[in-house]
Structure formats: C-alpha cells, structure tokens
C-alpha cells in the first residue's frame, strides 16, 4: 500500500513539473510577440524612409558635409504624412514647341551666344545665321540665264556674221505661223535663279521661267528665262536677230509699240537668216523675212492677252510688283490703257 502511495505522489510531482514548464514556454512566446516600445527597432517604413515626425532629414555626403532636406522622399507615395496633397498638372502639348532649343548635335539655337569653358574661363561666341538664298529679285545671280555686266555676253545683241547680206530682206520668203501644242491643264513652273532652264524649241514659246517678270519695253538683250513670264500673262514678244536689216526692224517696231502696252522688244540669235524677224505669243510664234503690216496686226489681235497668267486687269498690278528690268533700254508706253483694252487700234483705219 505505501508502495502504491509512494508512486502516486511521484507521478503528481512529475505532473506538476510538466505542468509548470509548459506555463513558462508559453508565456515566453507570448512575450516575443508583444515587445516593449523601447525593444523595437528604429523606424522601417519601406513606403516612408524617414519617421512621418521627422522635419529635418540630415544626410552625410561623401566629403562628410551634413545636407539638410526638407523634402519628401517617399518611394511609393509622392507626399508626406500630413502634407497636402497637391494633383500634378497635365503636361500641355504645346510645351514641346515653346521649349528652348534642343538640337541633339548643336545644343545651342542658330543666332544664339555660345557659352563654353576654355582654361576655366567661360567663354561667348555669337554665330550668325547664314542668310537664306535669294530666290529671285532680278539683281542678283543673274549671270545662269544672262549677266548685263560680262562683256564675254555682248555676242547676244551683236552682228558676228562674216556675210551680212543673207539676211537681207527676201519678198518672195512666206511668213511661217508656228504652233507648239501643249495640254489645257499644263502649269508652267516658276524656277529660281539656283537652277538652270532649258527648253525643246528655238526660239522658245513656253515652257518654265524666272518668277519676276520683265518691265515692259525695249531691250538691249532679254533672256528667253525672263520674257516667257511675260508671254505667260498674255504679252507679245518681238525679236530681231543682231544682223537683220535696220529698215525692217524698225518697221516691225513701230507697229507692236503702237499695237498694244503688254510688248517686250530684244535682239535673239535663235532666229534663221531666211526669217531674221519673229513675233512671240504663248505657243505661237510668227516668223518673218519682210514685214506684212496686215498679218503683224491680225497675230497680235489673235493671240495677245493669252496665257496661262493672263490677267484682264493687269493693271492691278503691274506698278505694284516687283519685276525685272537688266539691260532696258526703253520703258514701253500706253498705247489705250495699262489693261490694253483696244489692240492695234490705229492700224484699222488703213485697212
């Protein structure tokens, strides 16, 4: 019986000490979970480095200065605990263009003062911009279709024939009426003077030309570039070849003076010494060894005021513009009007 005892207060030991043991292991974990503020460690914010009551932030550069900032450096959220929150403006589309330059190889604008470092002096330079061709103004670059100022050009208005006599005036020589086709819907290009000008036939009544047109009159040489800005507006053109007899020339001139303002008056070495004489409308033409006073009247009524340019009102314009006017010689006058509302008018009353 005490045997039975004995064993019995042995087992409750046993029970009370496992007993207590477990109490202590569980009471432990219960204090690792719930630390005292003062255990815990410093502040780990991974969206808020810094603790939401600091103000001051102090940062140790790498030459052991102390910077002081103020500013927010939240990673995830951009404002800081108890600071406004302000919404970001949309970018405007129309920043991009009002940005200064930002030319990937010339980092500063044409014009603009550039600023560069030299044996640690700062340095300015201005670099000019390079001014912009010149279309045409009909004074400069004028030497690719004519220059009034080279004499090696005078072969253009001058007789260089050893035998002048062949074109002497031949009656039984028929004028020649010339058309060159061209579509309704065909636009003559205006080309600048950094381009040359070429054309199919000679003399030349269509085709590209110079964008400044001729101020009308007589010339001492007129290149066919220029004038055919004239014959594009409805002008009639009158050409001589250099050593064509006097007589006619001035036959034939004083019949387009007297025919009509819109006339441009130049010696051509295109013409034949069969037909040293031609008149010039937008793609006709009417070629001549003798002067026909009725069939040089009938070609101006027929084709003058003609072209692709044409204007009813010309004189609208033509003291407005700017226009060409190397080598005149003399400045055509009115014949009725500037608009040449009557053509030929004074020839009706011989026919």
Partial sequence: MQYYLHCLIVLCLVCATLNVCHGKTIKKAEANLIKPPEELSPFQGKSYPYKPEEKNLQRVQSNGTVQTDNSWQGKWFPYAPGDPHIPKKEEDPMSKLRNSWQGKWFPFAPGKSHTYQQDGKSTKQTVKQSPIPICDDGVH?????????????NYNYLCIQSNRSLFNPNLNTEALLTTHFLPS???????????SIGYSHEPPTNGAFRPLPAVYGSYKYLPPQRYLRNLAEGAIIMLFHPCAYQGQVQQL????????????????????????LALLAWSNSLSMSVVDEKQVAQFIRKYAKQGPLSLPNLSRVVEKRESYKAGLLTEAHLVTDLDDSELCGYLQQHM
Avoid: F, M
């Fill in 253 to 276: 001139q004083h019949i387009v003076q007297g025919c009509l303002y819109r006339h441009l008056i130049t010696p051509s070495q295109s013409l034949s010494p069969e037909r040293p």
């Fill in 185 to 195: 819907a065909y636009v003559p290009p205006a080309k600048c003077l950094n381009e």
């Fill in 141 to 153: 670059n004028l030497s690719v279709d004519y220059d009034p100022q080279d004499i090696r050009q």
